[in-house]
């Protein structure tokens, strides 16, 4: 997923971008309100699949940040984290637009369960698995079978399969590939996506990624590839 995270707090910041990096996720760390507000208005052609939102940033309120997003229309998933805990303070987060509310200090593995069940929810998946051919993507379990056997997938590797396999048959380019990999302040190599996309080819078959030149790249679900 590629993710929004709003946090002030330069520690804790660095601990959930690099515990979210190292889950497979793209994170743009945002340390204020305007800093977030800018950042989740900008992110069109790749746009964010959620944001992790503190409450108290040293600009504005995360609430009225969040307010304001959704009186912009923008229905990006949100989980709020934060410390303040009292249930009025919670009622007021999902009142105001949140998804989700975990209450600080919070722990990495339900981050990413919580984060996981927002991706389901909002691409309408009933069952959080993706079928293509003879690959099956469970994402819950970050599992990839062919052909019923098992699949050792890279955390980079699974991410751009999994941004591929949402879109079944579209081209996505490499702009769009490449922010869906890497947060802002990721060095990348200026091979990295063909080297990926090479790895998955081998472990999957080259048929099942198919090249658009000059475009970008693309799920076959019918065979055929490039």
């Given at each position: 997923?590629?993710?929004?995270?709003?946090?002030?707090?330069?520690?804790?910041?660095?601990?959930?971008?690099?515990?979210?990096?190292?889950?497979?996720?793209?994170?743009?760390?945002?340390?204020?309100?305007?800093?977030?507000?800018?950042?989740?208005?900008?992110?069109?052609?790749?746009?964010?699949?959620?944001?992790?939102?503190?409450?108290?940033?040293p600009d504005a309120s995360g609430l009225s940040?969040?307010?304001?997003?959704?009186?912009?229309?923008?229905?990006?998933?949100?989980?709020?984290?934060?410390?303040?805990?009292?249930?009025?303070?919670?009622?007021?987060?999902?009142?105001?637009?949140?998804?989700?509310?975990?209450?600080?200090?919070?722990?990495?593995?339900?981050?990413?369960?919580?984060?996981?069940?927002?991706?389901?929810?909002?691409?309408?998946?009933?069952?959080?698995?993706?079928?293509?051919?003879?690959?099956?993507?469970?994402?819950?379990?970050?599992?990839?079978?062919?052909?019923?056997?098992?699949?050792?997938?890279?955390?980079?590797?699974?991410?751009?399969?999994?941004?591929?396999?949402?879109?079944?048959?579209?081209?996505?380019?490499?702009?769009?590939?490449?922010?869906?990999?890497?947060?802002?302040?990721?060095?990348?190599?200026?091979?990295?996506?063909?080297?990926?996309?090479?790895?998955?080819?081998?472990?999957?078959?080259?048929?099942?990624?198919?090249?658009?030149?000059?475009?970008?790249?693309?799920?076959?679900?019918?065979?055929?590839?490039?």
């Open positions: 997923m590629r993710l929004l995270l709003v946090e002030d707090d330069a520690m804790l910041g660095a601990a959930l971008r690099a515990g979210l990096q190292q889950d497979g996720h793209a994170v743009d760390w945002a340390r204020t309100a305007d800093e977030a507000d800018s950042a989740w208005l900008a992110a069109a052609e790749a746009p964010y699949e959620a944001v992790v939102l503190d409450l108290g940033l940040l969040l307010a304001r997003a959704r009186r912009r229309g923008i229905t990006t998933p949100v989980l709020i984290a934060t410390a303040r805990d009292r249930v009025a303070e919670r009622i007021a987060g999902l009142d105001a637009g949140a998804d989700d509310y975990m209450v600080k200090p919070i722990d990495l593995d339900e981050l990413a369960a919580r984060l996981r069940a927002l991706e389901r929810r909002a691409a309408g998946r009933s069952a959080p698995v993706i079928t293509l051919r003879d690959v099956v993507i469970e994402p819950s379990l970050r599992r990839v079978t062919r052909g019923g056997q098992p699949v050792d997938l890279t955390a980079r590797e699974f991410a751009l399969l999994l941004a591929l396999a949402r879109r079944p048959g579209a081209v996505l380019s490499r702009t769009q590939l490449v922010e869906s990999l890497y947060g802002w302040d990721e060095t990348i190599e200026s091979n990295a996506l063909d080297v990926h996309i090479h790895h998955l080819r081998r472990k999957l078959g080259a048929e099942l990624i198919e090249t658009q030149r000059g475009l970008g790249w693309r799920l076959s679900v019918t065979g055929g590839g490039a």
